[in-house]
């Protein structure tokens, strides 16, 4: 039986502002740090300078939509494979061999682009390449997280800091190549990510971990399979949550879809429209990244999830209402928030809550969640916004999240419910000898 590890919040005091970056004390998830920060950067170039590029070659909403699809389809289909891979074998080398390939793939696309080759046969046949990556690279990233920190304690605030990072990100690297494809071509973008993964694949070259024996494969992948859908289909909190925001996946999300027809169509704007526009969704996510980072516990978060989808689809709706530069950015800023502090509260529970032998599986449902509902998402959006404007298309994106909103409001109760005997277990609250008001997991 593993220690004991109390997750209850230390006293405020004058160390709070280390406190909020306790997880850079270990070493490992220093390096990973580092090396995200500079990777992500390219990421989020290659992201808008993809986008834009299908956009020049096609002037499609269909066609940005088929792009998404492409991409994200694949996560949707080997995910669950992955999860049970992610529990078998080193995740360590796992995160390698992912990294390895994206990097292929992104100086692919540069070659193609800056040689005057590319087509949108070949966009689509690299993004479903980048997809296959990214259904292994996420589970594994998720699941090494504990053993990046190695303190458990320290876990939900290392899952805030890596959404922080994933956001600052999503500040720089949205305008860099905004003003990058404004100067040349998007054929830099996409250099500039492949050289960016030599960063994160020599932090976890250089992690130092303690060895652990292979997972002895007693079942087949088939049964581990199984048994992974049972333990996420029978626990109404980590189902509850997956069940949100597969539908905000499949219905808000792929606005980002449709962002070059806003920058050049709705807003009379180029890519440095488009680029200041994916910077302030970033801000916005940065914001809220920020505030999870400042958090002490995670008690609480379980209320913040309906009010961010609440959040996010006001924000939704005004934008697509919005003709106005200056109002476009203020919403993008609101859907921003909305859409991280969702997304990190879920993690941040989802990690808490779920056993260490399941978690590699959990956390490919959660990328199922996340990214794989998002290319049924993106093919919708593309094709209502050919059908009634990407405007109204958006408007109905933020009416659906707000119903979700609505829903896991009233499931909150019975959620709370099933938690509460795992938190009491781990000192996240007291153990029940005061009233059930006075111990609410809030």
């Avoid at 389809?73 to 360590?92: E, K, M, S, Y």
Wanted: proline share 5%.
């Amino acid at each position: 039986m593993p220690p004991r590890v109390s997750y209850a919040a230390p006293p405020a005091g004058p160390s709070d502002f280390s406190h909020a970056w306790r997880a850079l004390r270990h070493r490992n998830f220093r390096l990973f740090f580092g090396g995200q920060s500079i990777s992500l950067i390219g990421t989020w170039m290659t992201r808008v300078a993809t986008s834009w590029l299908v956009y020049r070659l096609t002037k499609s909403a269909l066609l940005l939509g088929t792009v998404g699809f492409a991409g994200q389809i694949p996560t949707f289909l080997f995910a669950p494979f992955a999860g049970v891979l992610v529990d078998r074998i080193d995740r360590r080398k796992v995160l390698l061999w992912t990294q390895a390939l994206a990097m292929v793939q992104s100086l692919a696309l540069a070659w193609l682009t800056l040689s005057h080759r590319i087509t949108i046969g070949e966009i689509l046949a690299l993004s479903v390449m980048q997809g296959v990556i990214n259904a292994f690279d996420m589970p594994g990233r998720q699941s090494f997280m504990v053993k990046m920190v190695g303190d458990r304690a320290d876990l939900s605030n290392a899952i805030a800091i890596n959404s922080s990072m994933v956001n600052t990100a999503r500040l720089i690297g949205p305008a860099l190549a905004g003003l990058l494809i404004a100067a040349t071509s998007e054929g830099w973008c996409f250099l500039v990510d492949g050289v960016s993964y030599i960063a994160v694949i020599a932090s976890l070259a250089a992690m130092r971990l303690p060895f652990e024996e292979p997972h002895a494969a007693a079942a087949s992948m088939l049964s581990q399979l199984r048994e992974g859908w049972t333990y996420v289909a029978g626990f109404r909190p980590i189902r509850t949550i997956l069940a949100l925001f597969a539908l905000l996946s499949l219905m808000g999300w792929p606005f980002m879809v449709l962002m070059p027809i806003f920058a050049a169509q709705v807003l009379h704007g180029g890519p440095h429209t488009l680029g200041f526009l994916m910077g302030a969704v970033g801000v916005g996510s940065l914001t809220s990244a920020l505030a999870m980072v400042a958090r002490r516990s995670v008690r609480g978060l379980t209320r913040m999830i309906p009010i961010a989808a609440l959040a996010f689809g006001l924000g939704l709706i005004a934008f697509g209402l919005s003709r106005s530069f200056w109002l476009s950015m203020l919403m993008m800023l609101v859907t921003g928030f909305g859409m991280m502090q969702g997304l990190t509260a879920s993690n941040t529970i989802i990690q808490t809550l779920v056993e260490e032998k399941m978690r590699g599986r959990v956390m490919s449902y959660y990328t199922m969640a996340f990214v794989g509902m998002a290319p049924f998402g993106s093919l919708l959006a593309g094709t209502l916004a050919h059908v009634i404007s990407a405007p109204r298309t958006v408007i109905v994106s933020g009416a659906a999240c707000l119903l979700g909103a609505a829903w896991f409001w009233s499931q909150l109760p019975a959620v709370r419910r099933e938690m509460r005997p795992i938190y009491e277990r781990l000192g996240i609250i007291p153990q029940p000898n005061l009233t059930l008001e006075e111990n609410a997991e809030g």
